[in-house]
């Protein structure tokens, strides 16, 4: 084996195809061939050799790096799978290369994702340890009050953990906003679940220094000042 050899997952997020994470769900799915030959986690690719996705053949990319900050609407899955669900956020930008989402934004809520073909800073984002500042505006289904603010400030028991303490502000009757600095799945509607309250909409308007400010449905290219921020721990 080849001194330059690398991880399967690491060759396809360096090719700009999809994050790492995301990589190892297509080898467990059995979609990933080197030369010919179906492989498995932690394969590594030596050069030479030719990796495909589906049939299709994956090249490391030449081209510019690309980040976008899109404004995703109710509806739009964030997912690169075009085979499972046909409402996919990368058909949906329909951008002229490949690129994908970092992190999720659940398919009923809606606001701000960040897409790009680096897969490198999709795997430094990911880490919990970074602890981004995710910014968010909520609507709940009943009055709120002061026990439902502090519980959700100080940390709810969910997916058999406690959530990490964070920011929140009630902005009216049945409205707050939350900054939270960890991923979990579904979080904030599973934290109001866990306190009787049900989430009517959910939007995110920041991520880090990147603020939601192009129309639904819309994007824009990042500044390279807040790309640079993003690379920041």
Known sequence: MSQDAIRINKYLSQAGFCSRREADKLLEQGRVTINGEFIEMGTK?????????????VEKETEEKVYLA????????????????RNNIVDFVN????????????????????MTNDGE???????A????DKEYLVTVDKTITDEFIHKMRNGVPILDTISRKCEVEKLGDRSFKIVLTQGLNRQIRRMCEALDYRVRTLKRTR???????????????????????LYQN
């Open 207 to 229: 991520i880090k220094n990147i603020k939601l400010d192009v129309e639904k449905g819309e994007y824009r290219h990042l500044s390279l000042e807040e790309v640079n921020d």
């Open 70 to 85: 899109v404004n995703k609407p109710k509806g739009v899955v964030c997912t690169t799978n075009s085979k499972v669900e």
């Open 121 to 127: 800073i999709v795997n430094h984002i990911l880490r």
């Open 95 to 114: 951008y002229p290369t490949r690129i994908f989402p970092i992190g999720r934004l659940d398919k009923m809520s809606e606001g701000l994702i960040l």
């Open 129 to 132: 340890r970074n602890y981004h």
């Open 45 to 57: 690719v030596n050069p030479g050799d030719q990796v495909f996705v589906d049939g299709n053949l």
